[in-house]
């Protein structure tokens, strides 16, 4: 008999056998083990080969690249850590020094970030254009062009991109298109309208409930999935098993919850377009939206639960509204089944100043609402008692 302290270290390890499970099963363990040496380094040969330590893969995670694959239509998926790590994952597995990449100017902060610290230090170029044109990008394109960068519905303005016209603007070129999509999960569908990657936080719509941070990339190529692979390894960007269980779990209600959150934004978005202290909205389902025809057409089923609006009042009433809401909270997220505020101009573009701002379509007063999954009704009386308090004659204001 062996002794009860290496017994304690060899627990049985139990393999379901006459049955299955049928929800998805936590592989907590980041290890592997194998009966031949041969088959281990079988499996140091790619993504799709046996499990051996998780950073390369690992059941769990790889139960929610399958399930995101589905559902972006795609030919398969990387998991991360976080959306950012997707974002970096594809960029520094796709470009190398010399390389020039083509971006939308309305760009996630991060994202934006991560472009300019490539440019200034690892060699990389890139041009921003509008996201309204695509003959800007058929004019930016240089032979050492390797990726175009758009986001299907940009922060804060709500600005939709023509998917269609950018992804046909750099068709028959070597170019690959990059979509974030994290603002519309299952609404749009990119790679349908010609992406070669779609990546997402998951952190928002897909694990929904305010409690993960995670992020995915998903290829229309399998070849250009194990390139980032390849790198993601190397990066460590790799989701946790418990992280990706949780958003598995999400996804379950995702299709529900999206619907259900944009068809409230909408009825918010009309009711603030109608209020005396509300000078403009952004939602692209709105009549009124620059982009409302396109939204149609991209987003048939929807626009997404974010929105933006300004006030009268300007920078200050859009802070003072951002404090002064009660059911929603002060917060820097989105895709929650709670809904948030954010007053841009003072926390996640304060370094920039009103002209950048306008450039970038914001104004300093503009306030953006990720609506969750309380009724609508409540919302309103939570936003309708913060307008009231964030506009009235100084007072009340920002205590
Ligand atoms: C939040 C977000 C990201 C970054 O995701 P993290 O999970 O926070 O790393 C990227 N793109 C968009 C559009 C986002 O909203």
Redesign the pocket.
Known sequence: MTDPQTRAVHPPVTTPVGSRPLGVPIYQGHLFGFDAADDLAAAFQGPDEAFFYARMGNPTVRSLERALTELEGGAGTLATA????A?NAVLMGLLRSGDHVIAQTAL?G??YALLQDLADRWGIEVTFVSGDDPAEVRDALRPTTRLLYL?TVA?PTTHVTDLPAFTGAVRGTQVLTVV?N??VPLLCKPIAHGADIV?H????YLAGHGDV???AAVFADSAVHRRVWEHAIELGATADPFAAWLTVRGLATMPMRVARQSASALDIARRLAAHPSVTRVHYPGLDDHPQHALAQRLLPDGAGGVLAFELTGGREAGRAFSEAVELVALGP??GAVASLVMHPASTSHRQMDAASLTAAGIAEGTVRLSIGLEHPDDLWQDITQALQKATEPRAGGSA
């Open positions: 976080s959306g950012m790590g974002v996630y991060g994202t986001e922060n974030d994290t603002f990546v936080s998951t952190t928002k941070i995670g992020g997220s989105l």
